[in-house]
């Protein structure tokens, strides 16, 4: 396994241009990411954005990579049954993983450890190897599942960012906002990022 690869999930949420710019960015940022993409997921992309993914994993390497001009292995896609991935063995367990977006079902399989699929399964060997897992819940308004759910999951040490933009940089655009989870959930991976300045920065100008 590359040395320290980030993993990377997404469900079927709304919110995923999200997800590709997190995508984007970490492939800028040179790291290595192990990319998981639901059924559902695919469904959503097609929905909201320009992408229409096709269902094998190699076909989905070839065309994410081919649009973020990605060096030679450094993305990975595996599909939800593959069980010879990296991720599914805490013996080459990533250094971090995102599900952005992240569906309340999926929250809640990871907080009850069913691993009935790689991405769960993938959550699972993160948590038991104490790594950092980082979930994006798109939804609103939050039950009180959702809620015991995630409040389950964080007291594990699993960071809840639920995609609730700032208004501080002055956005202009809906890339704005986006550019500002994105920062954040970069942020706490320790990976370098100029999307939005941090705050007070300014003063020190």
Not at 21 to 37: G, Q, S
Not at 126 to 134: D, F, G, M, P
Request: proline residues 8%; hydrophobic residues 45%; neutral net charge.
């Amino acid at each position: 396994m590359p040395e320290r690869a980030l993993a990377l999930a997404m469900t079927g949420a709304s919110g995923m241009p999200y997800g590709l710019r997190l995508l984007e960015m970490l492939l800028l940022a040179e790291e290595t990411v192990y990319l998981m993409v639901s059924s559902p997921a695919r469904m959503v992309l097609a929905e909201e954005t320009d992408l229409k993914l096709p269902n094998r994993p190699a076909e989905i390497k070839a065309i994410l990579e081919q649009r973020y001009q990605a060096r030679p292995g450094q993305l990975h896609v595996y599909g939800k049954e593959e069980w010879s991935a990296p991720v599914a063995s805490g013996s080459s367990v990533p250094r971090s993983m995102v599900v952005c977006p992240c569906t309340s079902g999926t929250l809640a399989s990871i907080a009850g450890g069913a691993s009935r699929n790689l991405i769960e399964r993938a959550a699972d060997v993160v948590l038991k190897e104490h790594r950092q897992l980082i979930l994006v819940p798109r939804e609103m308004p939050f039950s009180v599942l959702h809620l015991e759910n995630m409040l389950r999951l964080a007291r594990l040490g699993v960071v809840i960012m639920p995609p609730n933009p700032g208004f501080y940089h002055s956005p202009r655009t809906v890339q704005d906002l986006v550019d500002f989870v994105v920062a954040r959930i970069l942020d706490h991976l320790g990976v370098e990022q100029h999307l939005v300045r941090p705050w007070g920065s300014e003063a020190g100008d």
